[in-house]
């Protein structure tokens, strides 16, 4: 070995690159909204959709798509505790990294959206408004493709230490929405709120962020009018 290449050498990524998108957003009349939400393993995905679903559930037709990579855990818990009823869920087991199947090889997902799709409008003709597609646990990289969903939240947690933001990926700077999560831990896990949120807006320059804990609202009243908000843009568009 040359005496040269015993040392490292520093390489810099933007932050903001995401892998290439090889799937065109389809067409969106005659289609409920789809939203993607994902994140990092324990971040309170799964959480987070039950919260929508329990809220949101009265007001929009709604449904989810839940991924795992070789279960069907996160769409049994939502059975489960009854947040939908149970033909309203439909779980992908991607059998493979999480965010191969939101983003590179979307048809699984595709599959089970068309399936709900199809099934609520042979039953009441009106159809669904809105899809939650959950990814499986992933890192800061995993995005979703925009020929998959037509919004992404991303959800990070408290517990992964306040330095989370600023570490940037294409999850936490480029998602439609950012979910600071389990605030109400922070204090135990000494992270500085005013920090996480600092960073995250500085990174994510006008995009927003939102912090929340699911223990002190379990109806997750403010990223549920961030979703409301979308529906109605894409209904008076």
């Not at 009349?29 to 939203?35: K, T, V």
């Not at 379990?218 to 409301?228: D, F, I, M, R």
Request: charge should be negative; glycine fraction near 10%.
């Amino acid at each position: 070995m040359s005496a040269d290449h015993g040392h490292g050498h520093l390489i810099s990524f933007d932050p903001t690159e995401t892998e290439p998108d090889h799937h065109a957003a389809p067409p969106a009349q005659g289609r409920a909204l789809r939203i993607g939400i994902g994140g990092p393993v324990g971040s309170g995905k799964t959480a987070l959709v039950a919260a929508l679903a329990r809220s949101l559930g009265e007001r929009v037709r709604l449904a989810v798509v839940t991924n795992d990579i070789y279960t069907t855990e996160d769409a049994d818990f939502l059975r489960r505790n009854a947040v939908l009823p149970p033909e309203r869920v439909e779980a992908v087991q991607t059998g493979c990294c999480p965010h191969t199947a939101i983003r590179d090889d979307i048809t699984a997902n595709l599959d089970a959206i068309e399936t709900l799709e199809e099934r609520f409008a042979s039953r009441d003709g009106q159809g669904l408004e809105l899809v939650l597609v959950e990814s499986g646990g992933d890192n800061l990289t995993a995005v979703f493709s925009r020929g998959l969903v037509d919004a992404q939240i991303f959800v990070v947690d408290v517990a992964g230490g306040d330095k989370v933001p600023r570490k940037g990926g294409p999850g936490v700077t480029t998602a439609d929405l950012l979910v600071i999560n389990k605030t109400d831990l922070a204090p135990l896990v000494g992270a500085d709120m005013d920090v996480m949120t600092g960073d995250a807006t500085r990174i994510r320059g006008e995009l927003p962020v939102i912090t929340q804990s699911l223990v002190e609202d379990p109806s997750a009243t403010e990223v549920g009018s961030w979703v409301l908000d979308r529906l109605a843009a894409r209904v008076a568009a």
